[in-house]
Nanobody, 122 residues
């Protein structure tokens, strides 16, 4: 099994920054894409940013230029640097990864973190 632990959320004022982390642990053989999603109250869960194992990135239009996704493959960890935060960024942020385990290398699986709350308010 693979576990994902997110951290770094909190309450900040508009214009401030936060850095989220997502650490994967377990019998990991390989991690493919790593994603950050977010879900605001009453809204669907949307993809915010994605990073492939080779480092290619994708950003939702709403966060381009403000958020930066990165990963540390050696430590199976992903980050989301969020700058110039606005109240519209308020949501629960989830990490999602595609991975293969040591015991099932031929099968690509998916896991979700428990979510971390980000609140942007003055």
């Amino acid at each position: 099994q693979v576990q994902l632990v997110e951290s770094g959320g909190g309450l900040v004022q508009p214009g401030e920054s936060l850095r989220l982390s997502c650490a994967a642990s377990g019998s990991i053989f390989n991690i493919h894409t790593m994603d950050w999603y977010r879900q605001a109250p009453g809204k669907q869960r949307d993809l915010v940013a994605r990073i492939t194992r080779s480092g290619d990135t994708y950003y939702a239009d709403s966060v381009k230029g403000r958020f930066t996704i990165s990963r540390d493959n050696a430590n199976n960890t992903m980050y989301l640097q969020m700058n110039s935060l606005t109240p519209e960024d308020t949501a629960v942020y989830y990490c999602n990864v595609e991975f293969q385990t040591d015991t099932e290398r031929g099968r690509v699986q998916e896991a979700w973190g428990q979510g971390t709350q980000v609140t942007v308010s003055s």
